[in-house]
Nanobody, 125 residues
């Protein structure tokens, strides 16, 4: 089970930290990803971190602004979002991938086995 939290209304230029709590399985066996879906748009990849935690990846639009991290001792994954823009407004989903190799990550939604329910992030201009 994956449960996201931390989404809220924030002004442009502000920051938020999203959290995803995992339970029920060995967390360190999963690469973790964040995706988002804005109204009327397809779900898109935002960031991912490998099972080892050693490699991360980001969509170009958030590079330099967002940071993904994980804490295996706490079964948590985080998304620190800085310099938020109105176009970052979306429902953000946490996802877990059990099949990608240990030091890699996937940007493809079909690679992920488990998904959370999402948390709403709204950035006002």
């Amino acid at each position: 089970q994956l449960v996201e939290s931390g989404g809220e209304l924030v002004q442009a230029g502000g920051s938020l930290r999203l959290s995803c709590a995992a339970s029920g399985r060995t967390f360190s066996n999963y690469a973790m990803g964040w995706f988002r879906q804005a109204p009327g748009k397809e779900r898109e990849f935002v960031a991912a971190i490998s099972r080892s935690g050693g490699t991360t990846g980001y969509v170009d639009s958030v590079k330099g602004r967002f940071t993904i991290s994980r804490d295996d001792a706490e079964n948590m994954v985080y998304l620190q979002m800085n310099s938020l823009k109105p176009e970052d407004t979306a429902v953000y989903y946490c996802a877990a991938d059990s099949r990608t190799a240990r030091n890699t990550w996937s940007q493809w939604a079909y690679a992920y086995d488990y998904w959370g329910q999402g948390t709403q992030v709204t950035v006002s201009s």
